[in-house]
């Protein structure tokens, strides 16, 4: 894919962010991407103010639309809403919570020249506050995601070719989380390729309370046993009874540092809330779990459907 620098569309699922939703499309009005871009911002059903706060930009980004998903709940079908809605070649998404780098779109249309997904990064410092960073992290943000031996894009920061995106019928909407690396996957089995853009960065943003931490991290974790399940028989690595008899182990040695400092407390929290929600995938889908992708995940009819539309929609501009 060489020699493509693209017209790109950023696309932001949105949903109840009057808060912190401004910061982020200030920071996309200021990147230095010299194409033409569009902005996405596609509420999924807000209660409160979002769809006004994205309004309030048109004057600063005057290609900016506000799409209406809230007929289903869910990001995947917000992503879904914004790759049929978008007019770019390249599509790049972010969340309504962070804030990109000035650079950001510019990296990722760089490395998109010869890759077709490509992952950018998360750096935590500047909208989190020494606790909360000690309470998430403790891995290097500039390395790849990785899941079930595969390198994935974080939905946060990803880009990838429309065309591509709407071969392999988007984003599955029967994954509440982890649909990223879910997507991800899917591509490279499919034989498109990953590259890591290290200059598209974000700043981002912790959820706030330990109670919204354990919950997303047994989120992502049965979303990762979910998703290592369903592509186990193509070569993905499932998560075994034994990786989670090994983790109960570790957890329970660590007991006692929850009475030490933030930061232990907040490794053994993620930990136990990832492999907790590792162990509800594999007693819900086992080892192998083929189903949940293909025609049983809607994923052949979403196929089908992108790629009619985008047809309608391409005969119609």
Known sequence: MTNRMPQASVVIPARDAEDTLATQLQALA??????????????????????????????????????????????????????????????????????????????????AQDADLVTGFRDSAALNSPRQRAYRW??????????????????????????????????????????????????????????????????????GSTLDLWRQQVRYGRGAGKAAAAYADLGATPITWGQIVRAVGWLAVRVPTLATTARRRGIWLRNAGSWLGRAQARLRYGGSAPYLRGPHAGLAQAARTLRAQARDQGASR
């Open 30 to 111: 200021a990147q230095d991407f010299l194409q033409s871009f569009e902005v996405i911002v596609v509420d999924n059903g807000s209660r409160d103010a979002t769809p006004e706060v994205a309004a309030s930009f048109h004057a600063t980004i005057p290609s900016l639309r506000v799409i209406d998903a809230g007929d289903v709940a869910g990001v995947s079908h917000a992503r879904n809403v914004g790759i049929l809605a978008a007019r770019g070649d390249l599509l790049a998404f972010c969340d309504a919570d962070d804030r990109v780098w000035p650079n950001w779109l510019r990296a990722l249309a760089t490395a």
């Open 138 to 207: 403790n891995r290097d943000p500039s390395k790849p995601l990785t899941l079930a031996g595969y390198e994935f894009a974080p939905g946060a920061t990803m880009a990838v070719w429309r065309d591509t995106a709407i071969a392999v019928g988007g984003f599955s909407t029967c994954y509440r989380q982890g649909e990223d690396a879910e997507f991800s996957i899917r591509l490279q089995l499919h034989g498109h390729s990953l590259a890591a853009a290290t200059e598209a960065v974000i700043d981002y943003r912790f959820r």
